[in-house]
């Protein structure tokens, strides 16, 4: 059984990185997506897609979250890290004018708010703080 799901969609998208894959996949989850909203809305990822499982591949009726990655021109990383800050165990949360900056500002941190899942530049636009769910850079 998996305890956290969010973990899982991040180390499912380093793996892919780290071997230079196009796309990812992965169990679909309305977090999941939100998530991977954000990234697309930050440029971080070329397009996301949600499908509906076949009988017999070993996935429940939710179905599967494709993510197609992104690469510079020259094939370097646009996700070089990726880290999950709030665990199961540890949860972190923050005000709006206490959203950490990511490499001054270079990176973005992701969280989920009561408007949604969204970025800390669009959480601090909209004066909203929340649970930090990860950082990218």
């Known amino acids: 059984m998996m305890t ?3 973990a899982d969609m991040l180390t499912r998208m380093r793996n892919a990185l780290r071997i230079r894959r196009k796309k990812v996949k992965m ?3 309305a977090e999941k997506v939100g998530i991977a909203d954000a990234l697309k809305r930050e440029g971080y990822i070329d397009d996301f897609r949600k499908s509906a499982s076949k009988p017999n591949e070993g996935q429940g ?3 599967w979250l ?3 990655l992104k690469y510079g021109p020259e094939g370097e990383d646009v996700i070089s890290s990726i880290t999950r800050e709030s665990k199961p165990g ?3 949360y923050t005000k709006c004018d206490d959203i950490p900056l990511v490499l001054n500002g270079l990176g ?3 969280l989920s708010t009561s408007k ?3 970025s800390g530049r669009e959480a601090r636009a909209a004066k909203l703080g929340g649970e ?4 990218v850079h």
């Open 132 to 135: 930090i769910l990860c950082k």
């Open 27 to 29: 169990p679909v989850s």
């Open 61 to 63: 009726p939710q179905g």
């Open 4 to 6: 956290d799901p969010i």
């Open 90 to 92: 540890r949860r972190l």
């Open 66 to 68: 494709e993510i197609d």
């Open 108 to 110: 973005i941190t992701i």
């Open 116 to 118: 949604g899942i969204m």
